[in-house]
């Protein structure tokens, strides 16, 4: 791990004690040489969370399209779409995904990849069916190349069902996050009349994806009946703009009952426009209140963002 300690984000040496206590060194290497990697269910799925993750999600389909998805035999709702059936802005819908997003080892990952102040920025669900819509291969920064070495954002993907390449698994170009560019022409097209070679994250069900913002991926069709689920969060740098907007609208006991840095997670600690000086004295001041939380909780102390 040499080659990844020149890191200079604030808090180096807590992250570093973080990952060598979840024993997670060499996914940690082979993120940095392929740009992703795979954690096993054995580090990645405590307390059978992606059981109760899946269960939730399930749920949130009946309440929000009246079906409860087959996954051994169903079908997308939206075979068209090569990601399937997506349930948005899910965080507040069940407990459980107040969990998934302190699961030890996203966060350890998360933030070696993006710092402390690493946010959700959002938080959805896939029921994925068989499609013949091709997956075109992309980066998730959304910039126009050349991109920044470091990663700006990171994607995570909680297995909840096994995730292979026949299941429809998502596809990675090893190593094209040190390209520092997007993917152009034949090179975003997957398999036949494509111009890079792809590879599978492969994983039983409560494996976690995790993977640098410029790495270029995309998707494999699924070729057998049923559903692949999976819990997505993106998640990204405080100085960038989020999708959902969790500032000031997450619940009280919701605060409380998590710990400081779920605070940060959930973009309580940002300064967001203001409209005059006592507005912004105003959100630094609540800023603030949410920043020195953290710090007297893990002895980290973060910038506030503006």
Known sequence: MAEIAART???????WKE????????YIEQLDRDGFTVIPPEIANPNGLAERVLEACLDIAVRRNGERPDLENGNS???????????????????????ALMNPALLAVSTYLCGYDVMLSSMNSQM?????????????????SPLPPQSLQCKCISALTDFDRERGCTAFVPG???WNRNPEGNETIMGEGGSVKTVPAEGAAGSLVI??????????????PGLRASLHLLMMRSILRMTEDFYDRIPKDMLERNSA???????????????????EHAKVMRALKYTDAFEKESGIALPVKR
């Open 211 to 224: 993977f640098h913002g410029s790495t270029w991926h995309g998707a494999y069709n699924r070729v057998v």
């Open 128 to 144: 994925k069916g068989p499609s013949n819509t091709k997956f075109l291969v992309h980066t998730d920064t959304r910039l126009p």
């Open 261 to 279: 840095r779920f605070a940060i997670l959930t973009q309580q600690a940002i300064i967001p426009a203001y409209i005059d000086k006592a507005d």
């Open 19 to 26: 990952i060598d206590d979840l024993g997670l060194q060499l």
């Open 9 to 15: 984000e604030v808090g180096l040496d807590h992250i």
């Open 77 to 99: 709702q939206n075979p068209d779409s090569p990601v399937g059936d997506s349930l948005k802005a899910i965080l507040l819908e069940d407990p459980v995904f107040e969990e």
């Open 176 to 178: 094209s996050h040190k």
